[in-house]
């Protein structure tokens, strides 16, 4: 019979390993014996992050800090998480702007040169 700090423990080898699918079975494992695990949740959080998926990871996160609210770690990752969701929303702004810029100036340019051939040709 497993223990929530035997699969745990599992989890943090197959982590330092790179086998993330095995430290994610082990971690729902854990949350399976325990479902009041908050580092569980927290590093499935990690995970999901590392996968993208920054939504469920959010969620993983708030529910690490739910169950443990003295867990530091969830509280941190959940701070990075949304400074990185702050932050590409702030480069999409910026993209955004400089392709209706690009647009603009390529629009500039074009009438600008229309302009300097038809008086080059009267």
Known sequence: MHS???VHSECVCAKALGDLNQAYQ???LALSLNNEHGDA???LGVLELQRCNAEIARAFFLAAISIAPHLYEAHANLAV???QVALLSSLHSLHSSLSSLHSSLA???SSTTLSHSSRIAN
Do not use: D, T
Request: net charge negative; glycine share 0%; proline share 0%.
């Open 4 to 6: 929530v700090h035997s």
């Open 26 to 28: 082990c971690l729902r």
């Open 41 to 43: 949740y927290n590093q």
């Open 81 to 83: 998480l949304s400074e």
């Open 107 to 109: 629009e500039q340019q």
